[in-house]
């Protein structure tokens, strides 16, 4: 056997592997993630390495192959835990083990640290003022204001004292070493606002706060499962506004004092200021942030800090899961149903299962929570594999919204053409009167949804990607694939007709009807054009929060998880945008969408109110969603799953090739295809036949396409996929290995890619 062993871990080296020889008495610890030590260059010099993949072919003459000197005894660090994940990783998702691996250390070595230099005296304080004594008579005017300084204060900051002083390095150069000395400390970045801190700060440390009967119920029963060394994944199913946080938090609370760090997940980047500044103020300085907004230093910084045992506690989404806490003792994992913990890039991981892989590697605890927990998750609680806990009533003064369902068509045949049904208008009125806060959630950014002409039927698309471009009000389409902008038209260009105009809303349409029909009120919008610049979400949730603004308008991002309690009224406009999205998951992801703005309204001691627009209200998500019966949308969705053989009930595999000619890419597909049939046949018991659906894992996998994908072409790039379905997940990753391998070995789209997607969570 021979070891792939990377001798350098940093995301700019991963490409750098040496290969060795392993040696008889070695293999049974010689494994992937392990360290070891390993003769390097061409004298004796002997380094530490990390394997990071075994194989049985040499890549040289096997004589000229060196043996690994040594797996060190106990010698399982962060660094071997994560490069185990990440091969972990590789092989459950589908990626190249460098691309894994960039995944779990994302931060370059090559960043440069800040630090911190101070001028201090290496000479008694009676010979300092000789120096002083002796530069005033020789008119050395800069070294006498320095000495006088270091005789005032005794310790002066570097960078400070030049500018200050008026002093040059080269002013210094005569006195160090002999007077004075020029010491540095490594300063971090550190992410949290400076004002935050100061202001939590002046606060102090908050009070623990009072859990009630259910909450303590489940957060002592955790803590003891805990303590008793049982690390069994739990569910927290919690209504909005049942106080899911403070049960975090005081699990958080035992496990720190254990001595143990933690990892809080959070889907959205625009969380993370309200999060923060939460545990911030319970948990003090121990805590810290990683997002992607962060500047690649202030990331690394956060590794650091986090590896030296310098913080306890990370906060952020998705990539925060991979901090190198080296005594992780807890994963949190709050609004476990968001879409944004399924990676859309290579390696396309899911942060559930990842996290609990993480978790059985260092013995750590996993714990989910969410008003609207994934189907698949849900399932897994009630088969027992997760303990499910449930929290069905809100915390404190808050109660439950009324729900109204107005239907869009009897808004119509009443020549009521606002995007405001009567009701909402009057509701807003009335609450903009009591000067209580309005939020406004569509699922749609821009202008518009689309450009059309009415008279030919002509849709105006992107060039580069097949679709359709969209509208924003400063006259541009913008493609929001690829990023694609051009002028809009005043001729459709296909019949010279004036008739072409933008379909469909968005938040900024939105917007403009609040201020025609509401002109006193005060407005922000929160969506993904406003929140560009790296503190957007933060400006634009503080002077919401602050009452600076009457009515909210956004997307997605302000119905999750914000709270604000003087929101009193939340109006949901077009519920059923994301109802007939050609995915699986449509219904689900509408029922959490409707029922997680709903439960922004009436968070304080308030009554609130929701209004759900909708063409649809008969259908069963919306009902359910107005009902705020999490219970009967899954026995209904998982029915629909099961009918279907849609994840959870089977798991899906797509394979996605791309390629600049559509012909190639139709070719490779098939070609796919093809390979999966002979690999499969030569796998499958003989004389078997069964179908998808059957009980047991011998069912026939079920293959569909290869089809032009749903976002046919992107960026100039043609897309079709082929699918794979099956009960067993295992089947479909030991299929998932051989097509690999065949790709390795023929590469049938060179220039092109093949991707892999389990249980997708975008439609392809």
Avoid at 386 to 393: A, D, I
Avoid at 604 to 633: C, K, M, N, W
């Amino acid at each position: 056997m021979y070891a792939d062993i990377i001798v350098d871990i940093s995301s700019e080296n991963l490409d750098k592997t040496y290969q060795y020889r392993i040696p008889e008495e070695l293999a049974g610890r010689a494994v992937v993630g392990a360290p070891v030590i390993i003769p390097f260059g061409r004298g004796t010099r002997t380094i530490r390495g990390y394997i990071v993949g075994l194989s049985e072919e040499p890549k040289l003459k096997p004589e000229k192959i060196k043996p690994i000197t040594a797996v060190p005894e106990g010698g399982i660090v962060i660094e071997s835990r994560l490069i185990s994940l990440a091969y972990w990783i590789k092989q459950n998702y589908g990626a190249s083990m460098n691309e894994a691996l960039r995944t779990v250390i994302p931060v370059k070595k090559s960043v440069k640290q800040q630090v911190a230099r101070r001028i201090t005296a290496v000479c008694t304080r009676e010979e300092l003022t000789r120096e002083y004594e002796e530069a005033l008579r020789k008119k050395y005017a800069a070294r006498a204001r320095l000495l006088n300084a270091l005789l005032l204060e005794g310790s002066l900051n570097y960078e400070e004292t030049l500018r200050s002083l008026n002093l040059t390095a080269a002013a210094l150069k005569p006195l160090i070493g002999r007077v004075i000395q020029i010491e540095g400390d490594t300063v971090f970045r550190n992410p949290i606002p400076e004002g935050v801190r100061e202001t939590l700060a002046n606060q102090g440390n908050c009070p623990r706060h009072v859990l009630n009967e259910r909450q303590q119920r489940i957060a002592d029963s955790i803590i003891k499962d805990y303590e008793a060394g049982i690390r069994k994944p739990c569910l927290i199913h919690g209504v909005t506004g049942s106080g899911k946080t403070e049960v975090y938090m005081e699990i958080i609370d035992a496990v720190v004092k254990a001595g143990y760090q933690v990892i809080m997940l959070i889907p959205e980047i625009a969380l993370t200021y309200q999060t923060v500044c939460r545990f911030y103020a319970r948990f003090g300085e121990r805590v810290s942030v990683m997002n992607s907004r962060m500047s690649a230093g202030e990331r690394f910084d956060q590794s650091v800090r986090a590896k030296e045992g310098l913080i306890d506690i990370m906060i952020g989404p998705r990539s925060a899961l991979f901090t190198p806490f080296p005594k992780l003792g807890l994963i949190i994992m709050d609004e476990e149903h968001e879409g944004s913990y399924k990676s859309e890039m290579p390696p396309k991981y899911h942060a559930r299962e990842t996290a609990i892989e993480r978790a059985r590697q260092c013995g750590a605890m996993v714990v989910m929570g969410s008003a609207t927990p994934s189907i698949e998750a849900y399932s897994r609680a009630v088969k027992g594999e997760y303990t499910l806990y449930r929290l069905p009533e809100r915390a404190g003064a808050g109660t439950p919204p009324s729900v109204w369902v107005e239907d869009l068509r009897e808004e119509l045949k009443a020549k009521n053409r606002s995007i405001f049904s009567r009701r909402l208008r009057a509701m807003m009125e009335d609450r903009l009167q009591k000067k209580q806060q309005i939020m406004l959630f569509i699922n749609r950014r821009g202008f518009a949804g689309f450009v059309s002409c009415r008279s030919c039927g002509h849709v105006m698309k992107c060039p580069h990607c097949d679709i359709s471009l969209t509208s924003h009000n400063d006259g541009s389409l913008v493609c929001h694939y690829c990023g694609h902008r051009q002028s809009a038209p005043k001729l459709c260009p296909e019949c010279g007709s004036p008739y072409i105009a933008g379909f469909g809303i968005g938040t900024q349409k939105v917007e403009a009807m609040v201020h025609k029909e509401f002109p006193g009120a005060r407005v922000v919008r929160m969506d993904a054009d406003t929140t560009r610049t790296k503190e957007g979400h933060e400006q634009i949730l503080k002077a919401f929060a602050a009452g600076d603004a009457d009515i909210l308008i956004g997307t997605q991002m302000i119905v999750k998880g914000h709270d604000f309690h003087r929101v009193t009224l939340v109006g949901i406009l077009a519920a059923d945008l994301s109802l007939y999205a050609s995915d699986y998951r449509a219904s689900e992801r509408t029922f959490e969408l409707l029922l997680q703005a709903a439960g922004r309204a009436g968070r304080g001691s308030l009554a609130g109110d929701v209004v759900i627009q909708t063409y649809h209200p008969e259908h069963y998500s919306i009902q359910a969603a107005a009902r705020g019966s999490y219970e009967e949308f899954y026995h209904r969705e998982m029915a629909y799953r099961r009918m279907l053989g849609y994840p959870p009930a089977s798991h899906i595999m797509v394979v996605l090739v791309g390629a600049k000619q559509e012909e190639k890419a139709e070719q490779t597909a098939a070609a796919v295809k093809e390979k999966a049939e002979e690999v499969l046949a030569g796998s499958a018991p003989a004389g078997r036949e069964a179908r998808v659906g059957e009980s047991g894992t011998d069912a026939l996998v079920s293959i569909i396409g290869p089809a032009p994908a749903a976002l046919a072409r992107a960026n100039d790039v043609y897309r079709y996929v082929v699918y794979f379905r099956h009960r067993d997940y295992g089947k479909l990753t030991a299929l998932k290995d051989s097509l690999e391998e065949w790709i390795e070995n023929v590469n049938p789209i060179s220039g092109g890619s093949i991707q892999f997607d389990f249980d997708p969570m975008v439609a392809y």
